[in-house]
C-alpha cells in the first residue's frame, strides 16, 4: 500500500519570504500523479498543483514549485513570495496509476498535513 | 461555474441513527469521491463512484454505503451511527475518467454524532 509522510506538522514563515514543504511517499508504482491541496479554515481543499512522475520537468504555478525527486520518492513543495493568504493546511496526496488493477480509481493517498502560518 | 456543492454544512446526529449527506458535482463531472476527515486519522479514502458504478471503496465497515445518480449527483448513508464517526465528510469531483488532472472538492459536511 501507498504511504505518503510530511514530516513538518507546522511551519512559519514571513511576509514575502521563502518557505518549503516536505513531503515523502513510499510506492512500488513507476506511474503515478502528485499533488499539493491547501485547506484554509473555510474546509475547502484547494488544488495548488500536480505533478506528472513520468514528466523530469518539475511543476509551477506561479508563486508555487515543486522539487519532484522521483528516485528519492521526494514531493517538496516551495512557496515563493508568502502572502497572509497562503495560511492554511497543506496537504501532500498520492494518485496511483488506475490501470493497474483499479484499485487507484478516485482514491488519493493523503499525508498527515502541515500547518503553514505566516507572519506579517 | 458552480463548485462542488455538498449539503448540510453541519448536521447532529444521535448515536444510533443514521444520515445521509448529498453532494453535487460540477457540472460534466462524472467521477465523485468520498474522503472521511479526522484528527486522528486524518484524511481516508472512503469510495469511488463513476456513471453510477462504484469502482473502488476504502477499508470501512459495511455501515457506510453510497450510491451515484445518472446526472452524477452522490450520496452517501452512514447507518447505526457511533461516536466515532463524528468528522468533516469531504466529497470531490473529477472531470476526466482517471483523475489526472486532480479533483475539486466540496466545503465538506460536519457530522457530529453525540
Known amino acids: 500500500a501507498q504511504t505518503v509522510t510530511q514530516s513538518q506538522p507546522e511551519m512559519s514563515v514571513q511576509e514575502a519570504e521563502t518557505v518549503t514543504l516536505s513531503c515523502t511517499y513510499d510506492?512500488?508504482?513507476?506511474?503515478?500523479?502528485l499533488f499539493w491541496y491547501k485547506q484554509p479554515p473555510s474546509r475547502q481543499m484547494i488544488l495548488v498543483i500536480r505533478q506528472e512522475a513520468y514528466k523530469q520537468q518539475n511543476a509551477t504555478e506561479n508563486r508555487f514549485s515543486v522539487n519532484f525527486q522521483k528516485a528519492a520518492k521526494s514531493f517538496s513543495l516551495k512557496i515563493s513570495d508568502s502572502q497572509l493568504g497562503d495560511a492554511a493546511m497543506y496537504f501532500c496526496?498520492?494518485?496511483?496509476?488506475?490501470?493497474?488493477?483499479?484499485?487507484?480509481?478516485?482514491?488519493?493517498?493523503f499525508g498527515q498535513g502541515t500547518i503553514l502560518t505566516v507572519h506579517p | 461555474k458552480a463548485g462542488v456543492t455538498q449539503t448540510p454544512r453541519y448536521l447532529i446526529k444521535t448515536r444510533g441513527q443514521q444520515v445521509t449527506l448529498s453532494c453535487s458535482p460540477i457540472?460534466?463531472?462524472?467521477?465523485v469521491s468520498w474522503y472521511q476527515q479526522t484528527p486522528g486519522q486524518g484524511l481516508q479514502f472512503l469510495f469511488e463512484y463513476f456513471s453510477e458504478t462504484q469502482r473502488n471503496k476504502g477499508n470501512f465497515p459495511g455501515r457506510f454505503s453510497g450510491r451515484q445518480f445518472s446526472n452524477s449527483r452522490s450520496e452517501m448513508n452512514v447507518s447505526t451511527l457511533e461516536l466515532g464517526d463524528s468528522a468533516l465528510y469531504l466529497c470531490?469531483?473529477?472531470?476526466?475518467?482517471?483523475?489526472?488532472?486532480?479533483?475539486?472538492f466540496g466545503s465538506g459536511t460536519r457530522l457530529t454524532v453525540v
Open positions: 457540472s460534466g463531472h462524472r467521477s
Open positions: 470531490a469531483s473529477s472531470p476526466d475518467r482517471d483523475g489526472n488532472y486532480g479533483y475539486t
Open positions: 510506492t512500488s508504482e513507476s506511474d503515478y500523479y
Open positions: 496526496a498520492y494518485r496511483g496509476n488506475p490501470n493497474a488493477g483499479g484499485t487507484s480509481y478516485g482514491k488519493l493517498t
